[in-house]
T-cell receptor
Framework: DAGVTQSPTHLIKTRGQQVTLRCSPI?????VSWYQQVLGQGPQFIFQ???????GRGNFPDRFSARQFPNYSSELNVNALLLGDSALYLC?????????????FGPGTRLLVL | RKEVEQDPGPFNVPEGATVAFNCTYS??????FFWYRQDCRKEPKLLMS???SGNEDGRFTAQLNRASQYISLLIRDSKLSDSATYLC????????????FGKGTRLHILP
């Protein structure tokens, strides 16, 4: 079975632009979480979605938004990009958002903002 | 105090040695705990969950100390392939920002 897939793998944008990142969870998984990982740091939680509803939100500005589709895939949108948004964006899926559920990560999207 | 703290390392350890990492957490209401492994430029992968009674998986042993609010990871008979960054994860479903990663501990196994 395919694991978590993310697209694109790499992206270069300029300040002020908008970006959309995509994630497809493992088949059968209904929960998707998004993380931002800056070089040298651990992943920081951005959002969790389950059954198309937001179940958790990290400490990120409103420029960050996400949604989940009926097929459980998800998009992360970032508006008005800043240089500091340059990072690896990771998507993780789990069957449900239970605290004991293992999260499986995709390979990530590397975003560079110039 | 940071929510989840880890010694960033690097830990440089000879092959075959035993190495241990600790991770402290600040929220006593935290409910579940994990260790993830992340190789350079790769995504994190679950190494093991951490149970209250402690658990072992081959050469790896994880412990939870709720009274002192830390979890530990012990690696015995270390292999070159154990070289990676080890991330501590604390999960509190009662918070909006419920899933908190530490910054990771870098481990280098030396031949």
């Amino acid at each position: 079975d395919a694991g978590v897939t993310q697209s694109p793998t790499h992206l270069i944008k300029t300040r002020g632009q908008q970006v959309t990142l995509r994630c497809s969870p493992i088949s059968g998984h209904k929960s998707v979480s998004w993380y931002q990982q800056v070089l040298g740091q651990g992943p920081q939680f951005i959002f969790q979605y389950y059954e198309k509803e937001e179940r958790g939100r990290g400490n990120f500005p409103d420029r960050f938004s996400a949604r989940q589709f009926p097929n459980y895939s998800s998009e992360l949108n970032v508006n008005a990009l800043l240089l500091g948004d340059s990072a690896l964006y990771l998507c993780a899926s789990s069957f449900q958002p239970d605290r004991k559920e293992t999260q499986y990560f995709g390979p990530g999207t590397r975003l560079l903002v110039l | 105090r940071k929510e989840v703290e880890q010694d960033p390392g690097p830990f440089n350890v000879p092959e075959g040695a035993t190495v241990a990492f600790n991770c402290t957490y600040s929220n006593s209401a935290s409910q579940s705990f994990f260790w993830y492994r992340q190789d350079c430029r790769k995504e994190p992968k679950l190494l093991m969950s951490v149970y209250s009674s402690g658990n072992e998986d081959g050469r790896f042993t994880a412990q939870l100390n709720r009274a002192s609010q830390y979890i530990s990871l012990l690696i015995r008979d270390s292999k070159l392939s154990d070289s990676a960054t080890y991330l501590c994860v604390v999960n509190d479903m009662n918070r909006d920002d419920k899933i908190i990663f530490g910054k990771g501990t870098r481990l280098h196994i030396l031949p």
